[in-house]
Structures are given as structure tokens and as C-alpha cells.
């Protein structure tokens, strides 16, 4: 169908269902006035894609992983992009970023940058120098020139400011205000009789934490330990509940749509968010979990660590781990679930989602895509 509407075209390296932020950003941009489109990769556990109101493609790759796969995978980006038409390109995270810059650049057309995260800190890199190398020298050589880019902090803003002498807009990754639907613990096959810890996230992986919290739940009585999602430690994971006998403690749940991950949210009575200390990405990172379980009205126990501390003190919505040890973790979580405070941080929990608004974070994104446009 003819229109004469700008086309953004919006691209991630991920399978597009689980990426909240990236659907935002689709959302924006069409209510800025744009066709969208945005295009993934199709992975062989993907859930279907859902029906958004903008244009979705997910490409089919060979490689799952290693140096082949991030070859291809912005090899058949570049040329996606080069023969697609488009009035704005949307590059999301450094593994995204080349072929848009290139194609940007030969077709003289404006490029937006957005940094999930600090992507040359990550674990996967900091335990590899010479992959660390390149991902650093590609990121040295590009964000510099960049016009337009933002981020999910200020803690990152600032870093990518002092190293590149690039300013970032922060746009946060604060999820929609969301209408809990309470299908009730039976129909979740949760006991009614335990208290319920939850983990959630795609990216359940090293250093996280998630170790420690299965070894913790030995410490832990009349509750039950639910991790929805997914990540490199899955499996690793599998094995602790086995080996610990947790099976009745501990409960693996793969990832799931949207929809019904919160329907587990919002039954939960503590929310995990502990990441370790181990990397400058994990230092300065403010997880999407944290605002799912504070809307959801979930109290949140987490790591003292910078963003996540400035969140969970406005409202006095959460308490901090003292460390990673399993046996102090689990002493930790007894004495919250026991404690009279939980109910009262619950109600804070809320008053906090309430002043963490999208709405806000909608306005000032909207208002720097139209500056560009201008």
C-alpha cells in the first residue's frame, strides 16, 4: 500500500519477543509518525511473534553463536538494510551497530544509537581479551561519530561521555504501566501454603547470581524459589537443583510471553535482582526485572550496587544483600519473609512504580526523536 510516511527501521540481535525496551521503541517511533520496521533473528526455542502494530522480520541463521555467527548475522543485517527502504535506521547495542553505520553513511540517511548496556564490560568479553579487543576497537572507531545516541542510565550516559566525548540521552527502561491479570496460585501450580522468591530475566547468566540463590534455598523453609526465563547458566542450574535435592524448593520455568511471565510477578512475595560486582556492565546496570516486580507491587532484595540502590531507596521498596555467600543469602531471605516489614515495603514497592513512570520516560524519548526529525 502506497503512504507517505517516513520508514525507521529498527534492528537487534535478539529474537525481538522478550526485548520490552525494543518494543518501546517500535511503539515511539510509530507514534512519532514513522513506518517501523523492525528486524531480528529467529532462534530455535523463539516464542511466536505477537501482533504489533509495525512490521516485524526475523532473520533465519545458520550459527547460533561464536565469531561465525556474529559475522553473518551483520553481513545479512547489512545487506537487509542497504536493499530495504528507510528514512531512519535504529541500531540497538554495539552488535548491531556496523552495518548501520554503513549503510547510514552510503545512503546518507540519520542513525540512532541506543546502548542497552556497557557491551565491552560484559562477562563474556572481560573473561576474553582478544574478543574484548575487537568489540573495543569497533566501538572506538564508531561512536564518536555518531549524532544520536542514548542509553538506559546515567551511570553509562556518563562513562560513554567521558571516553568518546559523546553525549547520550537517558531514556530508561521503565516498562508500561501494566493491569496485573491474577490467574491465582492453583492455576499456577504454586503451593498456597509457601512464600514465593522469584528470579526473573532472558539473561540469567554468569555472575548474576543465580548459583548462590539455588544453593541458598537449603537455608529456606516454607517457600518456593520460581526462575523464569533463560540464560547460559540454565543448565548449570538444572544440575544444582538435582544434585541439592531442591526439587520441591526450587521450580525452572523457561521463558515465557510477556503476558504470562507477570501473571507469576504478581504473585510473588520477594523479587531477586543480584547481580555481582564482577564487571563495569553489572556495576552501573539497572535491570528490567526491578520494574516488572515494583509495579507488580513485589518487594525487591538486590545487589547495593549504584542505580539499583538510587531505585530502591526513593520509597524504601526493597533490602540489599550483605553478600553471595549462599548461607548468608539464605539467612537474608528467611529473615525478610518472616519479617514484618514485608507488607509494608510491598505498599512502598508501588508508591515507587508510581513515581518510575513510562509516561515520563515516553515524553522526553518522543521529544529527542522529533528534535532529530526537526
Partial sequence: MFTTKKRAVVSVINDLVT???????????????????????KLPDSLPLPAWSYQAVRMHLL????????????????FKLLFTKADLLFANDLDTLWPNYQVAKLKGIKLIYDSHELFCEV??????????????????????????CITVNQSIADIFKKKY?????????????????????????????????????????????????????????EAILLMIG??????????????????????????????ELLQYTVEADLGISIDKNSNLNYYNSLPNKIFDYLQAGVPVLCSPLPELEKVIKLHDSGWFIDSHDPKDLGKKIKS???????????????????????????????????????
Fill in 19 to 41: 526485548d520490552g525496551r525494543v518494543q518501546k521503541t517500535c511503539s515511539v517511533l510509530t507514534e512519532a509518525g514513522y513506518e517501523v520496521l523492525v528486524i531480528g533473528r
Fill in 63 to 78: 550459527f547460533k553463536k561464536g565469531p561465525l555467527f556474529y559475522f553473518f548475522f551483520n553481513l545479512r543485517l547489512f
Fill in 123 to 148: 562477562p563474556e568479553l572481560t573473561n576474553s581479551p582478544i574478543k574484548k579487543k575487537i568489540w573495543e576497537r569497533l566501538e572506538g572507531r564508531i561512536v564518536p561519530n555518531l549524532r544520536h
Fill in 165 to 221: 566525548r559523546v553525549s547520550f540521552e537517558v531514556i530508561k527502561n521503565i516498562p508500561e504501566k501494566t493491569e496485573f491479570t491474577r490467574l491465582g496460585r492453583e492455576k499456577l501450580n504454586i503451593p498456597l501454603n509457601k512464600k514465593v522468591i522469584l528470579l526473573q530475566g532472558a539473561g540469567i547468566n554468569i555472575d548474576r547470581g543465580a548459583e548462590e540463590l539455588v544453593k541458598a534455598m537449603a537455608e529456606v523453609e
Fill in 230 to 259: 533463560g540464560g547460559d547458566v540454565w543448565k548449570k542450574l538444572e544440575m544444582l537443583i538435582k544434585e541439592m535435592h531442591l526439587e520441591n524448593k526450587v521450580r525452572l520455568i523457561k521463558k515465557l510471553p510477556k503476558r
Fill in 336 to 374: 525478610i519473609l518472616n519479617s514484618e516489614e514485608l507488607i509494608r515495603k510491598r505498599a512502598n514497592a508501588l508508591l515507587t512504580s508510581e513515581e518510575l513512570s513510562w509516561s515520563k520516560e515516553k515524553e522526553k524519548y518522543l521529544s529527542f526523536i522529533k528534535a532529530i526529525q526537526g
